[in-house]
């Protein structure tokens, strides 16, 4: 079966250092997002991407926060001055049309900002 | 105001009983999903009711929704070891635009004890 996969598993960075999260989302899928979970707390939405722009973002994903799908498959999270608080899951997901579709999920990153 | 708060927050049961997790929401919805995750790992879609239903069943799990209390339950017959994850309930708002962000619960602790 597909899957979403995501690198790395675990990323370490110093604060202040720019970090870029990698999914690689399933082949025929349009929508794409993501999500980030602090540790104990609930799944957060960040951000949606659709025809090579962002159709909707959450307050989180503010002005150090951007995406990119640079080709036809990697789908990419860029943080540019990491912070402390941005120590988290980050879950990329995707779906195949909008609507009624259960997200397809990656095991996510865990970064940690030293 | 806070959408898709789960109880019980924690739950403990023998191998072989029935568990029932619960799940409230405030907004108007498109569907409620369920979702599970492992200890550090993903979540992994479990089923999806759309806001034009009332149950679903999928195996072991039965999922009910009530749209005038903006309630869903998720039920789990006899449980197993292996069914011990976090479960959350996620909501899809009617959205103009593109994609289907998801609104998370904190999600239900199940312990299932062998």
């Known amino acids: 079966e597909p899957e979403v996969t995501q690198t790395p598993s675990h990323q370490v960075t110093q604060m202040g250092q720019e970090v870029i999260l990698r999914c690689v989302p399933i082949?025929?899928?349009?929508?794409f997002y993501w999500y980030r979970q602090i540790l104990g707390q609930k799944v957060e939405f960040l951000v949606s991407?659709?025809?090579?722009?962002?159709?909707?973002k959450s307050e989180i994903f503010d002005d150090q926060f951007s995406v990119e799908r640079p080709d036809g498959s990697n789908f990419t999270l860029k943080i540019r001055s990491t912070k402390l608080e941005d120590s988290a899951m980050y879950f990329c997901?995707?779906?195949?049309?909008?609507?009624?579709?259960?997200?397809?999920f990656g095991d996510g990153t865990r970064l940690s900002i030293l | 105001s806070q959408q898709g708060e789960e109880d019980p927050q924690a739950l403990s049961i023998q191998e072989g009983e029935n568990a029932t997790m619960n799940c409230s929401y405030k907004?108007?919805?498109?569907?409620l999903q369920w979702y599970r995750q492992n200890s550090g790992r993903g979540l992994v879609h479990l089923i999806l009711?759309?806001?034009?239903?009332r149950e679903k069943h999928s195996g072991r799990l039965r999922v009910t929704l009530d749209t005038s209390k903006k309630s869903s339950s998720l039920l789990i017959t006899a449980s197993r070891a292996a069914d011990t994850a976090s479960y959350f309930c996620?909501?899809?708002?009617?959205?103009?635009?593109?994609?289907?962000?998801?609104?998370f619960g904190e999600g239900t602790q199940l312990t299932v004890n062998p």
């Open positions: 991407f659709y025809n090579n722009e962002i159709s909707e």
């Open positions: 082949s025929n899928h349009l929508y």
């Open positions: 997901a995707s779906t195949r049309d909008r609507g009624n579709q259960p997200q397809h």
């Open positions: 996620a909501t899809a708002s009617p959205q103009e635009t593109s994609g289907s962000r998801l609104t």
């Open positions: 907004t108007s919805i498109n569907n």
């Open positions: 009711i759309r806001s034009n239903e």
